[in-house]
C-alpha cells in the first residue's frame, strides 16, 4: 500500500524577523542624530486700521431696497433700485476700502440678487459679499 505524501506548506519567518531588527536597530541609533525641523509660527499683532464696517443693502420681498451703512449707527434708508448705484457710487468714492454685503429675504428670486451684484460692479466696486444666516 502506497502511501500518499501531502505536500505541507511553510513559511519560515527567521529570515524576515532578521531584517526587521536589523532595520529597528538602525532607527534607534540614528534618531538622535536628526534634529526636528523649526516651525516659524506666525506672531499675533495688532493691525494699524481696524477692518471697516460694510455697507449693507437689503433685499425685501416686498421688493424694496434698504441701504445701511454700518460704519454710522443709524444710517438707515429705503432707495429705489434705480437710485441704488448712485447711492453706492457715492458713498464707495468717500470710502474706497469699504466692503458692500448684500442680504436678501429667503424669498427675494436668485436673478434679484445677482442684478443687483451686476449693478454693484458696474459702479466699480469689488469687494461685494453676500450675507447669510445659518439656519436655526
Given at each position: 500500500?502506497?502511501?500518499?505524501?501531502?505536500?505541507?506548506?511553510?513559511?519560515?519567518?527567521v529570515p524576515m524577523i532578521d531584517v526587521m531588527l536589523v532595520l529597528l536597530v538602525i532607527f534607534m541609533v540614528t534618531a538622535p542624530f536628526i534634529n526636528p525641523g523649526q516651525v516659524?509660527?506666525?506672531s499675533v499683532g495688532k493691525t494699524a486700521q481696524t477692518p471697516?464696517?460694510?455697507?449693507?443693502?437689503?433685499?425685501?420681498e416686498s421688493g424694496e431696497y434698504l441701504l445701511r451703512n454700518r460704519a454710522i449707527a443709524g444710517?438707515?434708508?429705503?432707495?429705489?433700485?434705480a437710485a441704488l448705484a448712485g447711492e453706492i457710487a457715492a458713498l464707495h468714492r468717500a470710502?474706497?476700502?469699504?466692503?458692500?454685503?448684500?442680504?436678501?429675504?429667503?424669498s427675494v428670486r436668485y436673478e434679484e440678487v445677482m442684478h443687483t451684484m451686476t449693478l454693484?460692479?458696474?459702479?466699480?466696486?469689488?469687494?461685494?459679499?453676500?450675507?447669510?444666516?445659518?439656519?436655526?
Open positions: 500500500m502506497a502511501r500518499s505524501r501531502k505536500q505541507m506548506a511553510q513559511i519560515n519567518v516659524d509660527l506666525p471697516s464696517q460694510p455697507l449693507e443693502i437689503v433685499i425685501r444710517d438707515e434708508r429705503m432707495v429705489t433700485k470710502q474706497p476700502d469699504q466692503p458692500v454685503v448684500i442680504a436678501a429675504d429667503r454693484l460692479q458696474n459702479a466699480q466696486i469689488t469687494r461685494i459679499g453676500l450675507l447669510a444666516r445659518p439656519a436655526p
